[in-house]
């Protein structure tokens, strides 16, 4: 299906006309139909438009998911504006970071979220609101911006920006992918489709909606006319209450979600017996205890947030080890460093076309510009086919080696940076590790100055401080310096390293 002359709030309209009466979102707190969503999303871009956000004008938002911050989504839909959602799990100067790079007009934070911003001049952004109750001096209850009539003036196509997703930083940096109401859509209709979702579906909306994977596939839900049943904060136990309580079909997982599920299920007596689909990454230990003791199936693939999520996908069950095949709009190749198609079975630089495609990074032609050098989205990633089509996952390209650790994308550049500035530390490499609870982990293996000490405590304790602390190291090597490999041009041998030190 097409989407370039459809949008994300055309979608709402469509779903309010057709299943006006059937639950939308759903909460702890509150519910809302189809119809009052509608509503709540028309009301919220009518204020947006009175204090002067318009299309093309980008809304940060720093907040824990809730009702409110998926209508602002749908009022960003409406009026044109960008949302640019930041990850609440960032340091305060990594925040600061992003907010620098979206240069937006509208900050919105939630009440438990305010802390992170203590020292920054906020009175640059020309509208500041606050998700929660409160009061805070230079923001406006968002509450308050819901106005009962008037008519936001926008015309907005699908080609047009609907959200920037911030990628993994580079040299501490974070890019921002920028996707359009077409991306979304069709990545949308292709889960849909792979999953067969319909209107009586419902997702666990618990993953964050600043990563792609939880919006995505929220805004699937709510394509195909579904509820999402949103999560503040995951918390096991109230999950697989909620699971049971409103018969919820679809959940999204990242190590260790499903394993705090399943542990949850016993502990609690919950049935999970409505669950039909699992979608995302884990162990085979994790899939294999779903399969035992629920009637799911797990679903895998590749993709990341440049690609509006997936490219690939299949139920594990279907090729074990495998990545999926390419979803039916999207082309996938393994490729040389020359642009040339991999053999069968031998790795090449995975590269996609199609209209799940990001329309770029913000505000960053020269990395534009790069990854889709000769007219194909070069992920960085590097994988195989096989001779039946479906692809495999292998890893990073050296330039571009990553750790995933609980779905956060971790780059081991950001974290040796911070580690440098250690006065003790002479070197330092920094790799990921297999974790049985989180997938990955971060190790950082560091050659110390002649005469110098430090423990794991006191490096994990300088990079929480710098940076996120889930990229602080849970694991350190100590060694003298000079002695880790290096290769003839001196640089340290990651490869050499990871293999002595994982």
């Not at 409505?274 to 035992?292: F, K, Q, T």
């Not at 032609?365 to 590097?382: I, N």
Request: charged share 20%; with cysteine.
């Amino acid at each position: 299906m097409e989407f370039h002359n459809t949008t994300i709030y055309e979608i709402i309209q469509k779903n309010a006309r057709l299943k006006g009466h059937r639950m939308a979102v759903i909460s702890a707190e509150r519910t809302f139909t189809h119809a009052q969503f509608l509503e709540r999303v028309d009301q919220l871009a009518v204020g947006l438009s009175a204090e002067g956000i318009s299309k093309g004008d980008r809304i940060c938002i720093l907040a824990q998911n809730s009702t409110a911050y998926f209508e602002l989504y749908g009022a960003c839909a409406r009026t044109g504006a960008i949302a640019y959602p930041v990850n609440w799990r960032l340091s305060s100067d990594e925040i600061k970071g992003v907010l620098e790079l979206a240069d937006p007009q509208m900050l919105v934070v939630g009440i438990e979220n305010l802390p992170q911003i203590n020292g920054l001049d906020v009175t640059r952004f020309r509208v500041r609101a606050m998700i929660g109750e409160g009061t805070i001096e230079g923001f406006i209850p968002l509450s308050e911006l819901y106005h009962p009539k008037g008519s936001p003036p926008a015309k907005v196509s699908g080609d047009d920006p609907f959200a920037i997703i911030s990628t993994a930083a580079v040299a501490g940096a974070p890019r921002g992918a920028i996707l359009t109401h077409t991306n979304l859509l069709t990545a949308g209709d292709q889960i849909i489709n792979a999953l067969g979702l319909t209107g009586r579906d419902r997702h666990l909306a618990a993953l964050p909606f600043f990563h792609i994977t939880g919006l995505g596939l929220s805004l699937a839900l709510m394509q195909a006319g579904g509820a999402n049943v949103v999560m503040e904060k995951f918390d096991p136990a109230q999950a697989v209450r909620m699971m049971d309580e409103h018969a919820v079909t679809l959940v999204a997982d990242f190590p260790p979600i499903l394993q705090m599920l399943l542990d949850a299920r016993q502990a609690t007596g919950a049935s999970l017996a409505s669950l039909e689909h699992v979608a995302g990454l884990d162990a085979p230990d994790a899939i294999h205890r779903l399969y035992a003791e629920t009637n799911a199936k797990f679903w895998t693939g590749f993709g990341q947030s440049e690609t509006s999520g997936l490219v690939t996908m299949a139920r594990v069950d279907e090729k074990p080890g495998s990545a999926g095949k390419p979803l039916p709009v999207a082309q996938v190749r393994c490729v040389n460093e020359a642009g040339q198609d991999a053999p069968i079975g031998q790795p090449g630089e995975i590269v996609v076309r199609g209209p799940l495609v990001f329309a770029g990074y913000w505000r960053d032609p020269d990395a534009t510009k790069f990854a889709s050098r000769h007219g194909w989205h070069h992920t960085g990633d590097v994988g195989r086919f096989d001779e039946e089509g479906y692809l495999y996952y292998v890893g990073r390209k050296p330039e571009k080696d990553l750790i995933k650790s609980g779905g956060e994308n971790i780059y081991p550049a950001e974290v040796e940076n911070v580690i440098l500035e250690m006065p003790e530390v002479a070197a330092v490499c920094v790799i990921g590790v297999p974790n049985e609870k989180w997938g990955e982990t971060v190790k950082a293996v560091i050659e110390l100055q002649p005469g110098r000490s430090l423990t794991l405590a006191d490096v994990s304790r300088y990079v929480a401080g710098q940076i996120a602390s889930y990229k602080k190291p849970r694991l350190v090597d100590f060694v003298d310096a000079n002695s880790l490999p290096r290769d003839e041009n001196g640089e340290l041998d990651r490869a050499k390293i990871k293999e002595i030190h994982s």
